[in-house]
């Protein structure tokens, strides 16, 4: 069965640094879908992506926030300069784009520790 | 009000027994709606659409209510693998590529033995 998959499972880094998150997000599926959770609460959705751009961003998701479609397969989420309250685990997720419910399906996450 | 709102419980409940969650939400635009699992430390598995007529899935019954704006989860004869949180998800997404996702913050289900 298809399935979401993400790279790196662990990131630590560095106040201040530049981090790239992988997915790969399920082929033939049209939505794409970045969410984070921090310890202990509620999934928050960042960003979605359709027709290779933003579609939708929360308010989390300001300029320190980028995603990208470099190819036909990754989907990435980069933050420029790291802070101590972007540690989260941070999944993506993706839907087929099909008129109706449009279920997501999301890949096993990044926890990303900033130090 | 929040946009999705769910009790956070703990339900603790034994095995065999029938529990039902219910969530809310405030935006009468939102046009579909998802029973999510979640176990400790993974990543959200969608259990259940919600579909306008309600349906079921095994064990597992989901009801909507638009008049009311809430949807519902029964599970009939719990399992302990049944022990998670359950996440509602609403989307007033279209067609179109607009999707805005909110996820509730989830019910904590514990089936004891």
């Known amino acids: 069965e298809p399935e979401v998959t993400q790279t790196p499972s662990h990131q630590v880094t560095q106040m201040g640094q530049e981090v790239i998150l992988r997915c790969v997000p399920i082929?033939?599926?049209?939505?794409f879908y970045w969410y984070r959770q921090i310890l202990g609460q509620k999934v928050e959705f960042l960003v979605s992506?359709?027709?290779?751009?933003?579609?939708?961003k929360s308010e989390i998701f300001d300029d320190q926030f980028s995603v990208e479609r470099p190819d036909g397969s990754n989907f990435t989420l980069k933050i420029r300069s790291t802070k101590l309250e972007d540690s989260a685990m941070y999944f993506c997720?993706?839907?087929?784009?099909?008129?109706?419910?449009?279920?997501?399906?999301f890949g096993p996450g990044t926890r990303l520790t900033v130090l | 009000r929040k946009e999705v709102e769910q009790d956070p419980g703990p339900f603790n409940v034994p095995e065999g027994a029938t529990v039902a969650f219910n969530c809310t939400y405030s935006?009468?635009?939102?046009?579909?709606f998802f029973w999510y699992r979640q176990d400790c430390r993974k990543e959200p598995k969608l259990l259940m659409s919600?579909?306008?007529s309600g349906n079921e899935d095994g064990r597992f019954t989901a009801q909507l209510n638009r008049a009311s704006q809430y949807i519902s989860l029964l599970i009939r004869d719990s399992k302990l693998s049944d022990s998670a949180t359950y996440l509602c998800?609403?989307?007033?997404?279209?067609?179109?590529?607009?999707?805005?996702?909110?996820f509730g913050t989830g019910t904590k289900l514990q089936v004891i033995p």
């Open positions: 997720a993706s839907s087929p784009g099909t008129r109706g419910l449009n279920e997501q399906f």
């Open positions: 082929s033939n599926h049209l939505y």
């Open positions: 992506f359709y027709n290779n751009e933003i579609s939708e």
């Open positions: 935006n009468s635009a939102s046009q579909s």
């Open positions: 919600v579909y306008s």
């Open positions: 998800v609403v989307n007033r997404g279209n067609s179109g590529g607009y999707q805005k996702v909110t």
